[in-house]
């Protein structure tokens, strides 16, 4: 029998897809968001399925130690961790406020650490927690100062604690999607943006959630148990095409 999987940010968009994945390989799964009213139409739509829905904000400690035990009681102890939860915006450097950078940071870096460190505490025999970075971690995209600064965060933060838990049964990589379609991008995006990403993509279009789920997915798996500390980008070859060739 499995331990149980957590998901933040579960409720839609990478984070949705990936708790479809991981309950189709067999995982109880553990939904856990913020947005009421997603968390609702993810419970609708996984009626019947081995998951749970967990309202909880990942900023919070207390709310994820409550969760987090909720989970335990429910389904047991914790064997996979996937931080999707997150938080875009896209603003220039000299519009970028300290507050904004300091949100930015505590979404999408502390949260993943405040949860790590709740799976830590309430792990089963082990761990494997991937954390949902992105390319704007790696390399330098207009208007992801803040943004891109808290995934190469969390890319680096991941690495440490591969380093320090590697011996107690526990895996820690990290997921970097390009421009993939879910909602948040969809708002976010505009056509002038959409052509710039695409004339930088090899593969010359946008993944879907369920290309990055299956990288999750794996992760998370024992086909990589010898994998610990890595970051799999998948991003159609955007990190890696430096010149674009003439289409």
Not at 152 to 178: I, T
Not at 182 to 197: C, F, G, I
Request: glycine share 10%.
């Amino acid at each position: 029998m499995k331990h149980s999987a957590i998901v933040t940010g579960g409720a839609s968009g990478i984070g949705l897809a990936v708790a479809e994945r991981l309950l189709d390989d067999g995982w109880p799964v553990a939904v856990l968001d913020a947005d009421e009213a997603a968390l609702a139409a993810a419970e609708t739509a996984f009626a019947g399925e081995n998951a749970i829905f967990i309202g909880a904000d990942v900023t919070d400690e207390d709310e994820i130690a409550d969760a987090f035990d909720q989970v335990v009681d429910r389904l047991g102890l914790v064997g996979g961790l996937v931080n999707s939860a997150g938080l875009l915006k896209s603003l220039p450097a000299e519009d970028t406020t300290a507050e904004l950078l300091r949100e930015m940071l505590d979404v999408n870096l502390v949260g993943s650490f405040i949860t790590a460190k709740a799976a830590l505490e309430r792990m089963g025999a082990s761990l494997a927690i991937v954390n949902i970075a992105s390319v704007s971690g790696l390399r330098a995209n207009r208007g992801r100062l803040a943004y891109g600064a808290a995934k190469a965060g969390v890319k680096l933060m991941s690495e440490v604690l591969a380093l320090e838990y590697g011996h107690r049964g526990v895996r820690v990589n990290c997921v970097a999607p390009g421009p993939i379609e879910t909602p948040m991008v969809a708002r976010l995006h505009s056509a002038d943006e959409r052509r710039a990403w695409l004339a930088r993509v090899p593969q010359a279009r946008y993944g879907e959630p369920e290309e990055v789920a299956a990288a999750v997915a794996f992760l998370l798996s024992p086909e990589a148990s010898y994998i610990n500390g890595h970051t799999l980008v998948v991003d159609g070859g955007f990190v890696a095409s430096g010149v674009m060739p003439e289409r």
